[in-house]
C-alpha cells in the first residue's frame, strides 16, 4: 500500500475514533442531567450510610 493511502486510512481512523469518543461523552453528560435527581438520591444515602 502506498504511504499516502496509508496516511489517509489512518487519518480516517483516527477521525472516527474522535467522533466515537465525542459521542460516548454527550451521552455521559446527558444521562449526568437526566439522571441528577436520582444520583443525588443515592448519594445522600451513602453519605448518611457512612
Known amino acids: 500500500m502506498p504511504f499516502g493511502v496509508w496516511r489517509?486510512?489512518?487519518a480516517q481512523s483516527l477521525v472516527?475514533?474522535?467522533l466515537i469518543i465525542a459521542m460516548?461523552?454527550?451521552l455521559?453528560?446527558?444521562s449526568l442531567l437526566l439522571f441528577?435527581?436520582?444520583i443525588g438520591s443515592v448519594?445522600?444515602?451513602l453519605s448518611?450510610?457512612?
Open 43 to 45: 448519594l445522600s444515602n
Open 28 to 30: 455521559c453528560v446527558a
Open 48 to 50: 448518611t450510610s457512612v
Open 8 to 10: 489517509r486510512v489512518r
Open 24 to 26: 460516548v461523552a454527550v
Open 36 to 38: 441528577r435527581p436520582e
Open 16 to 18: 472516527e475514533y474522535g
